[in-house]
């Protein structure tokens, strides 16, 4: 599954491989060697200032995946609700979806993969906005 195991190393990689980025050109922009870029690749996490970097380097969102994994496999936040807040550091609603998610999920429903129930068991989607996804491409689709 693309979001539940993330092996960072290889998305960049793939990233790089699919941009036809010369090394000369990453180890110019990351002021690093090539024996350092190859360790990265095989790399299952690296230090988020260096994935800022690569997210700038490659103009891709690498952060992306771990936010997917937080709203994909985290468990729900029922648990201190009633917290306050941190003024100090934003906060994020774990709901919030994008649109990489939403095809995820509803390639997984359309191909059989996984049926509605089985979504929002693993996901812990709301059934309300499952539906609503559903309702949505199917407009598309027949419109």
């Not at 790089?16 to 090394?23: K, L, Q, R």
């Not at 941190?86 to 774990?94: A, G």
Request: proline share 3%; aromatic share 12%; net charge positive.
């Amino acid at each position: 599954m693309l979001y539940k195991e993330i092996h960072i190393g290889k998305f960049i990689k793939e990233m790089v491989d699919e941009n036809e980025v010369p090394m000369e050109r990453i180890s110019n922009f990351l002021n690093k060697d090539v024996q350092f870029i190859e360790h990265v690749y095989s790399s299952k996490s690296i230090d988020t200032d260096l994935l800022l970097r690569w997210s700038k380097l490659l103009e891709y969102d690498f952060f992306r995946l771990y936010s997917s994994h937080l709203i994909l496999y985290a468990p729900p936040s029922a648990v201190n609700k009633n917290q306050k807040k941190s003024e100090k550091i934003p906060y994020f609603r774990k709901n919030i979806y994008t649109q990489e998610i939403k095809d995820f999920i509803m390639k997984r429903i359309l191909s059989g993969e996984m049926t509605y129930g089985e979504v929002i068991k693993e996901y812990s989607i709301p059934k309300s906005t499952l539906h609503r996804w559903l309702q949505k491409n199917n407009d598309t689709t027949n419109g």
